[in-house]
């Protein structure tokens, strides 16, 4: 229940108008978002590089509808890209579709990639380009996705690549469509509400699918990126590698920051390559409700953790209740729109 309201509040605007402007949100935020500048994102780059993981800078904002604003992620795109090269950061990019205007005209999404993807070519060398990888977002979005890349591949770039997510029914065929390419593929669970007709609604299935498509990309894949926190699969993905011979430099682990950073290290320590996506800007918002609705006791841990590392303890009580106003909210708001 808890985590269905915290999807719907992911895509409501009211929820979002509220959220945003409380600054108890913010400091939830920090939690997963690197900053709102891209000083701040590159900051936490240079800090995760100098301990031996490499990152994914991901300038946040998605389901855009006016032109002025796909026009907005592509400088900012290019201006990462640039800051890449100008500081040397072992650091790619992730964007997303609808950022760039998939849902206003597939044509200008493909260009303003394009754009990108020329800019990141000029900026690696030769044998590694910086590469530019595509979320994959809810699975209304997945066919224009996966094409957009079989569309971008075609055009000779190769610096491209997507996600798949292994709760979709549809995400086997996929595989097959986007292994034929040879395009990199980073697989993750997937982090949408999705309908029964298009998704497994357990998790049990979700999990099985998961390693079996894991242990598909380790043996088949270019360079797969496996995307998770949960060490179950983790350690499932390192015993078929160790079992089949798979060096430890031909895929990497991918988590998201602020999640898991003991994990991180500790692969990191055994010699794994690991990844950090790291989401900064403004439009923070659908990004941390996806987050919170995955692991809804985030919610708590995080209020209470604020309120214990508060500096000032006359300040805890307020924040409390800002806390408690905040979450009352989000629950009053889909209350409201279930009745
Ligand atoms: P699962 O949800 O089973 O969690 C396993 C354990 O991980 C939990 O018990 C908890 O300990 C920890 N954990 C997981 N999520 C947490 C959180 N938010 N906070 C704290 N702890 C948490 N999805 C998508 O649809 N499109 C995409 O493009 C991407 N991109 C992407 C990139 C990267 C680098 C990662 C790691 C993930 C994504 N995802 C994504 C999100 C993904 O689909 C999925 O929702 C999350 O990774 C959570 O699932 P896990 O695989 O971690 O397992």
Redesign the pocket.
């Known amino acids: 229940m808890f985590q269905e309201t915290l999807f719907f509040l992911s895509e409501s605007t009211t929820a979002r108008r509220l959220v945003t402007r409380a600054p108890i949100s913010r400091q939830l935020a920090e939690r ?1 978002v690197a900053g709102e500048t891209l000083d701040e994102a590159v900051a936490v780059a240079r800090t995760c590089n100098e301990h031996g993981l490499s990152v ?1 800078l991901d300038y946040l904002g998605e389901e855009v509808t006016r032109r002025e604003e796909v026009e907005h992620a592509v400088e900012m795109a290019i201006r990462t890209l640039d800051r890449i090269a100008e500081e040397g950061l072992n650091a790619n990019i992730s964007l997303k579709p609808t950022q760039f205007g998939l849902t206003i005209d597939e044509a200008l999404c493909r260009d303003s990639v394009e754009r990108v993807l020329v800019r990141a070519r000029e900026l690696g060398d030769r044998e590694d380009e910086i590469f530019v990888r595509l ?3 809810s699975a209304e979005y997945t066919e224009r996705t996966v094409a957009l890349v079989e569309a971008l591949w075609e055009a000779g770039h190769r610096n491209v690549g997507t ?1 798949l ?1 292994s709760c979709l029914y549809r995400t086997p065929d996929d595989l097959r469509r986007l292994m034929r390419l040879g395009s990199r593929i ?1 697989l ?5 509400r999705e309908p029964p007709t298009v998704a497994y609604p357990d ?1 049990k299935d979700v ?1 099985r699918r ?1 390693l079996d498509q894991t242990r598909l990309l380790l043996r088949e894949g270019n360079y797969p ?1 496996i ?5 179950e ?1 983790i350690n499932a993905t390192r015993r078929f590698a160790f079992e089949h011979g798979i060096s430890k430099d031909s895929f990497e682990f ?3 920051y602020g ?2 950073r003991d994990l991180q290290h500790r692969l990191r320590e055994e010699g794994y390559r690991v ?1 950090v ?1 790291i989401p900064f800007g403004e439009q923070w918002y659908p990004y941390l409700m ?3 609705a ?2 809804p006791a ?1 919610l708590f841990f995080i209020t209470g953790s604020i309120l214990k590392e508060s500096p000032v303890p006359w300040l805890a009580r307020p924040m409390a209740i800002g806390a408690g106003a905040v979450a009352g909210a989000l629950m009053a708001l889909t209350w409201k729109r279930r009745s």
Not at 227 to 231: I, L, P, R
């Open positions: 997963f994914s979320d994959m977002e996600v997510q980073r993750v669970k997937g982090a949408y998790k999990d998961f990126a995307a998770t926190h949960d060490v699969m991918q988590m998201l999640v898991r990844r996506y996806r987050r919170l995955e692991r985030n």
